[in-house]
């Protein structure tokens, strides 16, 4: 309709048109790193056979590649942890979230990532809820840093990190090709290499130890050392995710 104009969409692969420049993120590998992340806070808090969760809104190929990364990380550090999953099918419910994930905690679950909008924030809500009673699990945030919506006492918080997807940074690329008179249609892929995705260390309790693991892993990441897979059946096939999750790769 309006073919001079120039446009950017992010998550979304397929538009296909010679104005509209189309922005694609590696979830998975910022997944990974905070997988790998509350595994190891697990370990140093000294649980053997830990098992975690990750809640999705609705089921689909970008939402498949938070899960399968995350699940990934984890068990790069407890091959043989436990996972389990649950798709609210709905991005605005955080009331299924926060049943889910009391359950869930009350079954043993350490931490419960969610990568599910709104919905996600009963997750965080009931993590809240169960840090202040002293009880040692934890919530992951998404996109951004949920570091300070987990705060329940001082600069306490009951979110241990996030991934964070910077969306902004698409933003910045689609100007600065306006701007540059370099702009093309077509899929831009935003990964590790080029800061697209990360982790959060804003939560004092993310032991150092810690911190300075994901960073030689970050660096592997970018590097190509450690592949993170991105899709469900190729997850199962290499045998780094359990069989019979809610996750789809289309």
Not at 212 to 223: M, Q, T, V
Request: aromatic residues 10%; hydrophobic residues 40%.
């Amino acid at each position: 309709m309006y073919p001079d104009q120039k446009y950017m969409i992010v998550d979304v692969d397929y538009v296909n048109q010679p104005n509209v420049m189309q922005f694609m993120f590696s979830e998975e590998q910022g997944s990974y790193l905070v997988g790998v992340a509350v595994a190891l806070q697990a370990k140093e808090d000294g649980i053997e056979n830990p098992k975690f969760g990750f809640i999705g809104g609705v089921p689909g190929a970008t939402i498949t590649k938070f899960e399968i990364g995350y699940i990934q990380g984890i068990k790069s550090i407890f091959p043989d942890a436990q996972i389990v999953d649950f798709y609210a099918n709905d991005w605005g419910k955080p009331e299924l979230a926060k049943t889910q994930a009391k359950n869930w905690f009350d079954s043993g679950v350490y931490a419960v990532y969610s990568a599910a909008g709104g919905t996600g924030s009963g997750t965080i809500a009931q993590a809240k809820e169960y840090r202040q009673q002293g009880k040692n699990v934890w919530a992951i945030g998404v996109d951004s840093d949920q570091y300070a919506d987990g705060i329940y006492s001082g600069d306490k918080s009951a979110v241990l990190t996030s991934m964070i997807k910077r969306v902004e940074a698409s933003t910045k690329y689609a100007l600065d090709a306006v701007a540059k008179d370099t702009f093309n249609s077509g899929v831009v892929l935003l990964d590790m290499a080029a800061d697209g995705v990360g982790y959060s260390a804003a939560n004092p309790e993310l032991s150092a130890t810690v911190v300075e693991k994901l960073e030689a892993l970050k660096a592997d990441i970018i590097s190509g050392k450690i592949k993170v897979i991105g899709t469900y059946k190729e997850a199962l096939a290499a045998g780094v995710a359990p069989a019979g999750l809610g996750a789809m790769d289309n």
